[in-house]
């Protein structure tokens, strides 16, 4: 898999000292993701799966091991590489949307467009065909504080498509949604990456949405064990 992975993860480390005392949050990680791969992280409160994700992002640098994204290693990157390639390679979704409450849900799908220099007519229709994708074409003026929670995460999942990012990390997506409303995101998220081709990191520790992914990765003790892989 290697040869054609988008993201290689290699012996990862992340140590922190708390006074005299050093503690270890994850401990030489090592895994792929090929393109158009779906991958779930599960594991306990504090196991240390955003930490990862974090790093996986370029949000925090590891103490020791290395990232690369489509060939390119995060350690060698500035800060504006480094902005550069999250905002053009990666997407980003969170437990909690953190969509900009002033902002529609149409200018809030275009802003990484806008970030990256596309013009305004050009980032709204692109942004407008993504929220129909996402069934909220009858929503694009609306402001988060008027969509309900499933509306809002929905918002979230397509402003981190809209690049067309090689990469979707997505923190505990369904963690702060009911069962029902949870069953539909995740639903949606494996539709769209099948659509689009989007390779999809999830971390969380909701059974059911590791088991709709492709592989299942377990991060106990800082360190990361297969629990189930495509066959």
Not at 2 to 12: F, G, I, S, T
Not at 20 to 43: D, H, Q, Y
Not at 179 to 202: A, P
């Amino acid at each position: 898999m290697a040869e054609k992975a988008v993201l290689v993860c290699r012996d990862v480390t992340k140590t922190y000292h708390d006074g005299n005392e050093k503690v270890s949050v994850l401990s030489e990680v090592s895994f792929t993701l090929a393109r158009g791969e779906k991958v779930a992280i599960l594991g306990s409160s504090g196991s240390g799966k955003s930490t990862l994700l974090h790093i996986l992002g370029g949000l925090d640098l590891p103490t020791s091991g290395e990232v690369t994204i489509n060939g390119r290693s995060l350690a060698g990157l500035n800060a504006n590489q480094l902005a550069a390639l999250r905002n053009n390679e990666l997407g980003f979704i969170y437990q909690f949307h953190h969509l900009l409450a002033e902002f529609s849900a149409l200018e809030n799908v275009a802003m990484p467009l806008l970030i990256a220099g596309t013009g305004k007519a050009e980032a709204e229709k692109q942004a407008a065909a993504l929220l129909e994708k996402v069934g909220l074409s009858h929503r694009l003026s609306h402001q988060p504080a008027a969509l309900s929670g499933g509306e809002r995460q929905r918002v979230a999942i397509a402003r981190a498509l809209v690049n067309n990012p090689s990469i979707v990390l997505a923190d505990e997506p369904t963690g702060n949604l009911d069962k029902k409303t949870g069953d539909q995101i995740y639903q949606l998220l494996c539709e769209l990456s099948e659509q689009m081709g989007t390779s999809f990191i999830v971390v969380t520790h909701d059974i059911a949405l590791a088991n709709a992914m492709d592989r299942v990765l377990q991060l106990t003790d800082g360190s990361l064990v297969v629990q189930r892989s495509e066959s």
